[in-house]
C-alpha cells in the first residue's frame, strides 16, 4: 500500500479542458515533488515544493500549474494541455529535500484527446 | 552534471537464476544512492538505498554496495522470482539539492 494517494488514477480530456491533479500524504513529509513519465523512460521532475513553498520548476510550460494548499496536500491544475502531455504524472515527498528517499504515489495516468 | 547510466534491458531470467543489473554514475562530492523498483500500473517504490563510500543497502533479497572507486553501485539478487518482474531505476541525489537523478530503467522479466 502507498502512503501517497492520488486521484484520479485515470484522467480523459481535452485540450480546451481544464482538470486537477492530486496529491496527499500523511507522513509529515515537508518536501512534495511532481514528475512526469513517459513510456518506457524514468520519472522527469517538473516542481519542487519545500515547506509549502515552490522551491523548483523544471521549465514547465505554463499550462501546468502547482499548488500546495497545506503540509499534507499537492495539486497539478491543467489547463488546455496538448496530446505530448499525456504521460503518467507522479507524486513523491520526502522528510525533507536533499538526500532523503522520495516515496512515491501510484501516479495518474493522463490521456489528451 | 551528475548522470547515471544503467544497463538496458530487458533482462530476462528463469526463476531462482542470479541477478546482476549494472549501475554507474558520474556526480560530484558525494551522492546517496538509490534502487526504485516500478511494477506494472504502479508508482516507484524504494528498493534500497546507500549513503556513503561501502554501504551495503539491502531489502527483499535484493543487495547493492556503493563504490566510490568504480562510482558504481550494482544490484544484485541471489535467485529472482517472477514476482520481481518489473522495471528497476538507478538514481542518485546529491546531498545539496532536491533532485533525484535517474538512470534510464532496466525491465527485468522473470519466467517460470
Known amino acids: 500500500d502507498t502512503e501517497v494517494t492520488q486521484t484520479p488514477k485515470h484522467l480523459v480530456m481535452g485540450m480546451t479542458n481544464k482538470k486537477s491533479l492530486k496529491c496527499e500524504q500523511h507522513m509529515g513529509h515537508r518536501a512534495m515533488y511532481w514528475y512526469k513519465q513517459k513510456a518506457k523512460k524514468p520519472p522527469e521532475l517538473m516542481f519542487v515544493y519545500s515547506y509549502e513553498k515552490l522551491s523548483i520548476n523544471e521549465s514547465v510550460p505554463s499550462r501546468f500549474s502547482p499548488e500546495c494548499p497545506n503540509s499534507s496536500l499537492l495539486n497539478l491544475h491543467l489547463h488546455a494541455l496538448q496530446p505530448e502531455d499525456s504521460a503518467l504524472y507522479l507524486c513523491?515527498?520526502?522528510?525533507?529535500?536533499?538526500?532523503?528517499?522520495?516515496?512515491f504515489g501510484d501516479g495518474t495516468r493522463l490521456s489528451i484527446l | 552534471g551528475d548522470s547515471v547510466t544503467q544497463m538496458e534491458g530487458p533482462v530476462t531470467l528463469s526463476e531462482e537464476a542470479f541477478l546482476t543489473i549494472n549501475c554507474t554514475y558520474t556526480?560530484?562530492?558525494?551522492?546517496?544512492l538509490f534502487w526504485y523498483v516500478q511494477y506494472p500500473g504502479e508508482g516507484l517504490q524504494l528498493l534500497l538505498k546507500a549513503t556513503k563510500a561501502d554501504d551495503k543497502g539491502s531489502n527483499k533479497g535484493f543487495e547493492a554496495t556503493y563504490r566510490k572507486e568504480t562510482t558504481s553501485f550494482h544490484l544484485e539478487k541471489g535467485s529472482v522470482q517472477v514476482s520481481d518482474s518489473a522495471v528497476y531505476f538507478c538514481a542518485l541525489s546529491d546531498n545539496a539539492g532536491n533532485m533525484l537523478t535517474f538512470g534510464g530503467g532496466t525491465r527485468l522479466m522473470v519466467k517460470p
Open positions: 513523491a515527498s520526502s522528510q525533507e529535500t536533499g538526500d532523503q528517499p522520495q516515496h
Open positions: 556526480a560530484t562530492g558525494y551522492p546517496s
